[in-house]
């Protein structure tokens, strides 16, 4: 089963919701006009239910088929990037400092684009959850919704994720077992000495100086402290201290990231980050206060959940653009909190249309339109074949 005909068949209409969307971004549990623009969708496609106001802007549409059977959940997420956007597309963002940087204009589109083939079809038995996902961006919108009662206001067998990847061949699908995506760990260390005229550095402490040996010392938690056949990332992404040339500040403070897969290294990196931070500070004469506030965990596939979307994969791409992912990426995902407490699985769909492409959250990183229907045939075929009519 290829791409399916009828979705071949509203591709330009998808590549212009797409657009709109692409147009209009919105940050984090803030996709009100995005909320609404599915929502209206839904409602247009005849979809039974729509269910607006989960973790605030989040939106799932219900939809049955022809008798009783099974249930299940196929969700994208809706929320842009604080980036300002340097694409030159026609349908570039209107509103500055703020881009569909990720994909999500497009996951969001994928989605809708099988909702409206389902709705239309109905060729299964059971119940369809197509969720809208707010604030993926850092703010764990994944999280918000479980908690706010997804799994129990829609109850579903097994929820299904994906996500666009341009580093990997257009329309190839990859898959793996177990963690596809990282825990994720958020930094933050705030270095106190004392100030000084930059003339005079013997009167001070220098939190700058005490700062760049921290970041020295960090690095070895993952080469020294870790097994070698292990994955973890410790990096410092920000180190701000000081206003103007010859004053020694008083205090310096950087932010970083932190990326594991097992929770053994996930505690190890933490009590390396304090560690070395607060003893190398002490042995400079200076304090460190640390932060490692741990936001998602790793996102890992159930290989039976798995099975069935690479059967999928194929049915729309054949089996030889379904390829394995030999290693996970450490990029972090909150689909992962669905994943904790129900089966499923995360694939990626290839968009690479070149090798000058720039990758997700780069300003100019644009959606491939060219995927939009074969990544709705995947999530109308899933559907399809999860919940086969009798």
Not at 91 to 106: I, R
Request: aromatic letters at 8%.
């Amino acid at each position: 089963m290829p791409i399916l005909n009828r979705i071949a068949a509203f591709h330009p209409e998808m590549t212009a919701w797409r657009h709109d969307l692409h147009q209009h971004p919105e940050l984090a549990l803030k996709e009100y006009r995005t909320s609404q623009v599915v929502q209206d969708h839904l409602r247009s496609f005849g979809v039974d239910e729509v269910h607006a106001g989960l973790a605030g802007t989040g939106v799932v549409g219900v939809i049955r088929g022809h008798g009783p059977g099974g249930s299940i959940g196929l969700r994208a997420d809706m929320d842009a990037l604080p980036i300002l956007e340097e694409t030159g597309v026609p349908y570039a963002s209107q509103t500055p400092g703020v881009m569909h940087a990720c994909g999500h204009d497009g996951h969001t589109t994928m989605l809708l684009g099988a909702a409206k083939y389902l709705a239309e079809t109905r060729n299964f038995a059971g119940t369809v959850h197509v969720i809208f996902q707010p604030a993926e961006e850092n703010l764990g919108g994944g999280k918000l919704m479980v908690d706010g009662g997804l799994f129990t206001k829609f109850p579903m067998d097994q929820v299904f994720g994906m996500h666009n990847w341009p580093a990997l061949p257009e329309g190839e699908f990859y898959w793996r077992d177990g963690p596809v995506m990282a825990a994720v760990a958020d930094i933050e260390i705030t270095v106190t000495g004392r100030g000084a005229h930059g003339a005079q550095p013997h009167m001070g402490v220098d939190p700058v100086v005490v700062s760049a040996a921290i970041v020295q010392a960090l690095q070895s938690i993952v080469s020294r402290s870790m097994r070698p056949t292990e994955a973890g990332v410790v990096t410092i992404g920000s180190i701000q201290g000081g206003h103007i040339y010859n004053v020694i500040p008083e205090t310096v403070r950087m932010l970083g990231t932190a990326r594991w897969f097992t929770p053994s290294v996930g505690d190890m990196l933490e009590a390396g980050v304090h560690r070395l931070a607060t003893h190398v500070a002490t042995a400079f004469g200076a304090t460190a206060d640390v932060v490692f506030r741990r936001t998602y965990p790793a996102t890992v596939n159930d290989p039976e959940a798995m099975a069935l979307a690479r059967r999928a994969a194929a049915s729309v791409q054949g089996e030889a653009r379904v390829q394995h992912m030999d290693a996970p990426t450490m990029g972090g995902e909150d689909f992962s909190f669905m994943l904790n407490v129900k089966q499923g699985a995360y694939i990626m769909l290839g968009a690479r249309r070149s090798p000058d492409d720039a990758g997700v959250h780069h300003p100019k990183y644009d959606f491939n339109d060219d995927i939009l229907p074969i990544g709705a045939s995947y999530w109308a075929t899933l559907a399809e074949q999860l919940l086969p009519r009798n």
